[in-house]
């Protein structure tokens, strides 16, 4: 019978034995009938019990709450974040029992977005991003629908580094249903080097060990030099056994973002946001300017990249002398956010 986990618009149609559940601050355990007990307060006081009484949750400073706490077998189908949108915040996500967080990012960066400034003000920093596995929708909507299985238990927690007290408003999809033994499971984890060190590559994940795919990369540069160019890089993927030579290598970030000669149009680059690529944000004062800062993403979706013991990816900082004769190492602020599959022990 089918499970109810790939569910696509040609198999709607199959019944499943699968439990749809939703975690909120509205049903905080997830369970059948458990949303919407909270009791009328504040601006929601004369509405009465079972209206819009608890939407959100307040982290407190320091403070880290677990999100969600789930026993399986099942899967997250998806996740949907608003409220305060900061690097402050750190998303973690604990799979079968592990002590260790397969997912740790900071929350912002997890949906592919990076410079967030003010984490109160609701300005232009969010552009749209319309891929197939995370959207973020206006005013900072933030979903995410990568399939995440687990067998045995699934713990999510939001950590507040900040000395602000900040909201929260989430809703967790996930199923109960039983999962195949072959399963990878989800990972993502965040990266940066601020700035890159000259003539040294940087490393997107260097980290992975065991059998699994990487799903795809989201990518942020800050220029710290008026020098043409800063796409140049080839992002390379070290498979298995790869010692000084990768199996995989893009002719450049922007080729890699799925985009072609820098993706300058008319002068200016050119933002875009696609099923599986996207440069999605260039906040330029122009071309090639200090301080002019870039957000893109990739997506292995139709081609993941797939290795038995181990994964290395890096991207090379690289642009054009003043000439623009020769290219030549950069110094940029990069950071990055890696996702992959991959058994856990």
Known sequence: MFNGLDCNINNLFLLSDAESHAISAENPTGKKGGACHADAVGICAKLGRG?????????QPGETVVTADIEGPGAIKSIWITGHIDPHLILRIYWDGSAVPSVECPL??????????????????????????VVVAPNRGLNCYWQMPFKNHCRVTVENTSDMVLGHYYIINYVLTDVPEDIGYFHAQYREEKPVTFHKPYTVIDSIKGKGQYVGTALFSSLNSSDPGWVEGEMKFYIDS??????????????????????????????????????????????????????????????PIRFNNGLKVTVHDLGWDPGITELRPRCDDFSSVAYWYQTIE
């Open 51 to 59: 209206w819009k009484c608890a939407p959100s949750i307040n982290i």
């Open 108 to 133: 912002n960066c997890f949906f592919g977005y990076n410079f967030t400034s003010d984490s109160n003000s609701f300005d232009d920093n969010f552009p749209t991003l319309n891929s197939i596995p």
């Open 242 to 303: 790869d010692d000084e030579f990768p199996s995989i290598a893009y002719t450049g970030i922007e080729d890699y973002l799925g985009g072609a000669f820098a993706s300058i149009v008319k002068g200016k680059t050119h933002t875009y946001s696609t099923p599986y690529c996207g440069l999605h944000y260039a906040e330029e004062t122009k071309l090639d300017s200090i301080g002019n800062k870039y957000m893109g993403y990739r997506w292995h979706i139709v081609d």
